[in-house]
């Protein structure tokens, strides 16, 4: 924090806040790092999913077809750009997308994008997805608010769709100190849209003629941190991934750990599955009394919030929810100490009596 620090007190005293020099460098450094052609910095995670759906396309009317266990964040940023979100199941063994239920989805109604998640820092079977989607001429947004600096098949997540987003909440494995978001894209167009886009439509000063624009940009003070952080990217994810190993190890027979010890997971959430929701909830009060945090991520599916009811008549998705009945949150999070994780692996050993 102090180094940080240090760097954000030389941005403050050079008097430019919005739009400047650093956040011309991030872009250019997480460009070069995932190795995509351009990227450009926003508010934050949402903003960038609903500019890069408008970049993609998307009208007022048209569907967009995502998973409904993420957190409403895809679906919120559809519905705010006046499109129809629409679900489709995920995989048992990952929790995002599943290809063959895309497959079917879109063969049956084209949508006009489609959004995949890269759930908890497992990159999702994101080759056979854009397959599916180039297939079809459906864009593909990756939305990679948890997969800063996962990879597969030699190339990061980000980079395999028209598109992809991410988000710098200070929880994620590449984080800010406040909100700020990027969208990365290969495509000169799409990068070419959002950059108009983020600035109220303006094709020059003052002259907004790209319809739908916003206000919505990376201000100097993100991007100093976000410079310093990405440089220690690949660094905090092997610690997740090395903490994650020893939580494999410590979990009772009959916990799975949502968890692939290879650069394709950064292990941005640390998320057991119980056998029951009653297991589940009973495991959640043993670690409450050992003092170990935990939450559930995430707890309703999409198409059961009351805020989506007007999209969700008729969807039935089993497996989004009976994983949301059965999945838990523990501390994962390079900043833990070895006796915080040894803490933290002997009350999940302790587990197997209650479990």
Known sequence: MDADLALVSRTVHSGWFVLGSQVKAFEAEFAAYL??????????????????????????????????????YSAAAAVAVGAVPEWVDVLPSR???????????????????????????????????S???????????????QAAGASAGGRFAGTWGDCATFSFYPTKNLAAWGDAGAVVSN???????????????????????IPYGVNSRMDEIQATVLRARLTRLDEGNQRR??????YVAAAPQGVRVFFEDSTACVAHLSVLVFGSEQERDNART???????ATDVHYPIPDYRQPAMAAYSAGVDLPTTQDLARRVLTIPCFPGLTDVEVDQVCLALSSLQAEV
């Not at 960038?48 to 396309?57: D, I, N, S």
């Not at 991934?241 to 020893?246: A, L």
Request: hydrophobic share 50%.
């Open 35 to 72: 190795g995509a052609r351009d990227a450009v910095g926003v508010g934050n995670g949402t903003d960038a999913l609903m500019l890069a759906m408008r970049a993609v396309g998307v009208e007022p009317g048209d569907r967009v077809v995502m998973a409904a266990n993420a957190g409403m």
């Open 95 to 129: 929790g995002s997308l599943d290809p063959a239920a895309l497959a079917d989805h879109v063969a049956q109604s084209k949508p006009a994008a489609v959004v995949v998640t890269h759930l908890y820092g497992l990159m999702a079977e994101v080759e056979q997805i």
């Open 131 to 145: 397959q599916i989607c180039q297939a079809a001429g459906v864009p593909l947004i990756e939305d990679c608010a």
């Open 187 to 209: 495509s000169e167009a799409i990068v070419d849209r959002v950059r108009r886009l983020h600035q109220y439509g303006w094709t020059s000063r003052y002259r907004a003629e």
């Open 241 to 246: 991934r090395s903490i994650m190993s020893r």
């Open 286 to 292: 043993a670690l409450d009394a050992a003092n170990v």
